[in-house]
């Protein structure tokens, strides 16, 4: 499996909107789940949200509650990460990454791993 990332780039406002998409190509996506990760300068790569393998079922990061929503069209091996009221903490590179299974916060149960985008927002 192989993971695109994209959306990111650029420079958006606080309290502004971004969509982050990630496109898998493989078999196995549909029988996957998916995560996005995000890692600020200076800091460790932390989980931010998932989706089980059918869509059905999605879990947020505290801080991104009810301003993230995670979503995906396997008919185009795509998962979107809608991003509202963008916050200057949320700046980070955001990566997705896929696992069989249930989805995980654990970055280190993710088997295959997108390139990342690099989301900014400024105060």
């Known amino acids: 499996v192989q993971l695109q990332a994209s959306g990111g780039g650029g420079l958006v406002q606080a309290g502004g909107s971004l969509k982050l998409s990630c496109v898998a190509s493989?078999?196995?996506?549909?029988?996957?789940?998916t995560g996005w990760f995000r890692q600020a300068p200076g800091k460790e790569r932390e989980f931010v949200a998932a989706i089980n393998y059918s869509g059905s079922s999605a879990y947020y990061e505290d801080s991104v509650k009810g301003r993230f929503f995670i979503s995906r069209d396997n008919a185009k091996n795509t998962v979107v990460l809608q991003m509202n009221s963008l916050k200057p903490e949320d700046t980070a590179v955001y990566y997705c990454?896929?696992?069989?299974?249930?989805?995980?916060?654990?970055?280190?149960?993710?088997?295959?791993w997108g390139q990342g985008t690099q989301v900014t927002v400024s105060s």
């Open positions: 493989g078999r196995s996506f549909s029988s996957s789940a």
């Open positions: 990454a896929t696992r069989l299974g249930y989805y995980s916060e654990d970055e280190s149960e993710y088997d295959y």
